[in-house]
């Protein structure tokens, strides 16, 4: 007589752990007898896991939100192929990071860039960042660094790291506040000056480029000693100067930053200025003996305190004609007299220009009537 396949006595199929995305789960497949070969097949909804065979299966994010079951099928020679299917598991939940605190790289100074170390998470998720003044949220700083600005300073500024990934629950981790932020400190330079150190002349200061771009204002300094007023970027020199060194003092200020001031080099010594226009004297009178020549200095620039005069014949010096006024002499008779003005003002140097000769004729006796 034929002889029937055996029959299996299979086991309770159950499963074991988390249905949550990126856990695993086990299947039990109980006690078979007689002890057959064992395979195994994950369903999701019902419908088989392609390579899904063994014991365990880990949950991925295409489980998010289906039920998982396992089918256990028994083999053994001379017995008729069983199989058990699991019961379903609860709904498949979002998987969970394993996150670390994020740190925050930089120094807490206004001016500095810092940048956020979100750490080692698993799975390795997408990362968002949000900066943060005092637990406010700063709008648009949402990038893994950020440049501390004027605002921040006295405040503490943290950010909050947020993880994404496909299957798993956004999860959002804050830095620890660390110090309070300080204010900036200026990159500077050395101010220059420029132009002549010469009474009249027109320094100028140039307080170079300094990082960040700062506010400046200027005090300018005689011999290290602060002058009254002189405050501009330009200074014109004065006749106090003569002699003096100068130098100009440039402070720098900026919202949020320390203000920082820098003292530039010393002029030479002052020196005395030179008229710019220095006109020659003009004669007016007739140029005959016994008539009276004046001598007229014009128009200097800048305007003499006072003149001194000399009147030449020939270019020899007149003894004694000292004075802006000078009457004609027999002694100057055909000869060529000139006058010489020197102008003199403080803080400038003696100038001194020539008229024109003039060449004397001879003087008319003035008559008087008959007697």
Do not use: E
């Not at 700062?214 to 002699?243: C, E, H, K, P, Q």
């Not at 000292?322 to 003696?350: I, P």
């Amino acid at each position: 007589a034929a002889v029937s396949k055996g029959t299996i006595a299979t086991g309770s199929v159950s499963i074991s752990g988390i249905a949550a995305v990126g856990q695993t789960l086990t299947a039990a497949a109980g006690t078979w007898s007689p002890a057959p070969t064992l395979s195994y097949s994950w369903l999701r909804d019902g419908v088989a896991i392609s390579s899904a065979t063994a014991a365990t299966y880990t949950v991925v994010s295409a489980d998010l939100n289906t039920k998982l079951t396992v089918t256990v099928t028994g083999a053994l020679a001379g017995y008729t192929t069983a199989s058990v299917t699991s019961a379903a598991t609860a709904t498949v939940a979002s998987g969970a990071f394993s996150t670390a605190t994020p740190v925050v790289n930089g120094t807490m100074q206004v001016g500095n860039m810092l940048t956020a170390l979100p750490g080692t998470w698993t799975p390795a998720p997408a990362f968002g960042y949000q900066w943060y003044r005092d637990g406010v949220a700063i709008s648009g700083a949402t990038a893994s660094t950020y440049t501390l600005v004027a605002a921040d300073q006295g405040t503490k500024v943290t950010v909050v790291v947020t993880g994404t990934a496909s299957g798993y629950a956004s999860t959002s981790v804050s830095s620890v506040a660390g110090s309070a932020v300080a204010a900036g400190v200026f990159t500077t330079v050395v101010p220059t000056i420029s132009g002549t150190a010469v009474v009249g002349g027109t320094l100028v200061a140039d307080a170079g480029t300094w990082t960040p771009a700062a506010g400046f204002t200027y005090s300018w300094l005689r011999g290290g000693t602060v002058i009254s007023g002189a405050t501009n970027a330009t200074y014109v020199v004065t006749t106090a100067d003569l002699g003096a060194q100068l130098s100009v003092k440039v402070t720098g200020t900026k919202s949020g930053y320390t203000a920082a001031t820098v003292t530039s080099a010393s002029t030479a010594a002052v020196a005395a200025g030179a008229f710019t226009a220095t006109p020659a004297p003009t004669l007016s009178g007739t140029a005959a003996v016994g008539s009276t020549l004046t001598a007229s200095a014009g128009t200097w620039t800048p305007t003499p305190s006072s003149f001194t005069w000399a009147w030449y014949r020939d270019g020899a010096a007149i003894s004694g004609a000292t004075a802006s006024t000078y009457t004609l002499a027999a002694a100057d008779y055909g000869h060529a007299v000139t006058v010489k003005a020197t102008a003199h003002l403080t803080g400038y140097a003696d100038t001194t220009t020539t008229s024109a000769g003039a060449s004397v004729q001879l003087g008319t006796f003035t008559s008087v009537g008959a007697v």
